[in-house]
């Protein structure tokens, strides 16, 4: 019981560990920033989620994307990865002595890490901005939610993503919708494939 209360305490610290710092930033992002830290950025459709302990003892999800559109990085076919289960890792955080998360500002870094980390649904199609693993093999989008961007079919057929969290570029050449609204999928593609080209004088 004592073991298990001990892992309980060190728990928030592992998890500021356990992914990389720039996924961790909760700050605003340009997409700009966005594509500069990540380590990958691809199209895909969800194709599994599933939820295991790893080799640390931590609750993970493990998600797989099917690729359709490769941007940046050694993107294959599809890219699997692990984030922190947030399901399963919100019980134990907030069940945990109120003092450890009161006097321990990681306590506090850790929940704050939980309660920003995306979720993923089998189907569905995004645009993510993955970070490099951390010392634990675990990722996550640059700046969680920002980092996740839904692509949408319209009734009409047509493709669209919607920005639904990061800041307003600052590139002259780029065009790119405001937060909460919508780009037409290729022109949002070719805007974002422009970030990756370096420029010609």
């Not at 699997?80 to 998360?101: E, I, K, N, V, W």
Request: with cysteine.
């Amino acid at each position: 019981m004592q073991r298990k209360l001990w892992a309980i305490a060190i728990l928030p610290i592992a998890l500021i560990f356990s992914v990389r710092t720039e996924a961790i930033m909760v700050m605003s992002f340009t997409v700009e920033e966005l594509m500069a830290r990540a380590e990958k950025v691809f199209i895909g459709t969800c194709t599994n989620v599933s939820h295991r302990v790893n080799d640390q003892g931590i609750p993970v999800t493990e998600v797989t994307f099917a690729v359709s559109e490769a941007v940046k990085g050694e993107v294959g076919t599809t890219v699997t990865f692990q984030q922190l289960d947030t399901q399963a890792q919100q019980r134990p955080l907030r069940s945990a002595s109120q003092d450890l998360l009161q006097e321990n500002p990681q306590g506090f870094a850790a929940n704050a890490v939980i309660a920003n980390l995306p979720n993923y649904l089998p189907g569905e199609e995004v645009l993510l901005f993955l970070a490099a693993p951390g010392k634990l093999g675990l990722t996550a989008p640059i700046g969680f939610t920002q980092g996740k961007l839904p692509v949408t079919t319209l009734t009409s057929g047509e493709k669209v993503i919607t920005n639904t969290a990061f800041t307003k570029t600052t590139a002259a050449n780029s065009t790119f919708p405001d937060p909460g609204k919508t780009a037409q999928y290729e022109q949002f593609l070719k805007a974002l494939r422009a970030l990756t080209q370096p420029e010609h004088q």
